[in-house]
């Protein structure tokens, strides 16, 4: 089976995207990655990113020194009900994550 890979930017506001890349095979997602990224000044910072990198989902924030850690509780098994969690977190935080990311800078 052939694997594809999609990639789209979805912005949240004129300073915040989301970077998406969801890597698809027979119709189901098998990988992901979602990263928001703002825009403070004229820099560019990522803030949060959530993927599939290591074979499983996991979270990296980047404030404070944070690194890549197991998704906060237990993350779905299903990974197109991962990668839509993902979604649904960025979604319904970012304006929580911006605060915390320009806290640190």
Not at 52 to 65: E, K, L, Q, S
Not at 75 to 91: F, K, R, T, V
Not at 96 to 105: D, K, S
Request: with cysteine; aromatic share 12%.
């Amino acid at each position: 089976m052939t694997l594809r890979t999609k990639r789209f930017v979805r912005f949240l506001s004129d300073e915040d995207a989301v970077d998406l890349t969801l890597t698809m095979q027979a119709g189901r997602i098998t990988g992901f990655c979602l990263n928001y990224r703002a825009r403070v000044g004229t820099i560019w910072h990522e803030v949060v990113r959530y993927d599939t990198a290591h074979g499983w989902p996991h979270v990296h924030r980047f404030w404070r020194g944070t690194t890549g850690r197991p998704w906060p509780g237990s993350p779905p098994g299903d990974l197109g009900a991962a990668a839509s969690w993902a979604d649904q977190d960025l979604h319904a935080n970012w304006r929580e994550y911006r605060t915390r990311l320009e806290a640190t800078l």
